[in-house]
């Protein structure tokens, strides 16, 4: 099991940068692939960017590839995920996730993933 928290969400201005950190408990961090996903009011929980066990694949949502990077550091058992160029449209509330499936390679949906954090808000304004 692995615990997950999030840091560094904030209200921002557009064209900002932000980045955004997720601490994990446990030893078996590099076990878990994962993910970041986002909430924005009203609507459904989608996809942001996944990264492999390893950190050696990385897979991004068609609206952040280019703006969006994420990365992770196993001895430090955190992922991050870097926001470049921010957009009002990238306003959500943002969850990371853990994957503990070992076969999977692409996982872009919320069910791939047992556990889940407890989201910070990113707020970008025009």
């Known amino acids: 099991q692995v615990q997950l928290v999030e840091s560094g969400g904030g209200l921002v201005q557009a064209g900002d940068s932000r980045r955004l950190s997720c601490a994990a408990s446990?030893?078996?961090?590099?076990?878990?692939?994962m993910g970041w996903f986002r909430q924005a009011p009203g609507k459904e929980r989608e996809f942001v960017a996944r990264?492999?066990?390893?950190?050696?694949?990385?897979y991004y949502a068609d609206s952040v590839k280019g703006r969006f990077t994420i990365s992770r550091d196993n001895a430090k058992n955190t992922v991050y995920l870097q926001m470049n160029s921010l957009k009002p449209e990238d306003t959500a509330v943002y969850y990371c996730?853990?994957?503990?499936?070992?076969?999977?390679?692409?996982?872009?949906?919320?069910?791939?993933?047992?556990?889940w954090g407890q989201g910070t808000q990113v707020t970008v304004s025009s």
């Open positions: 446990g030893r078996t961090f590099s076990s878990y692939a």
């Open positions: 996730a853990a994957d503990s499936s070992s076969i999977r390679i692409v996982g872009t949906t919320a069910d791939k993933y047992d556990y």
């Open positions: 990264i492999s066990r390893s950190g050696g694949n990385t």
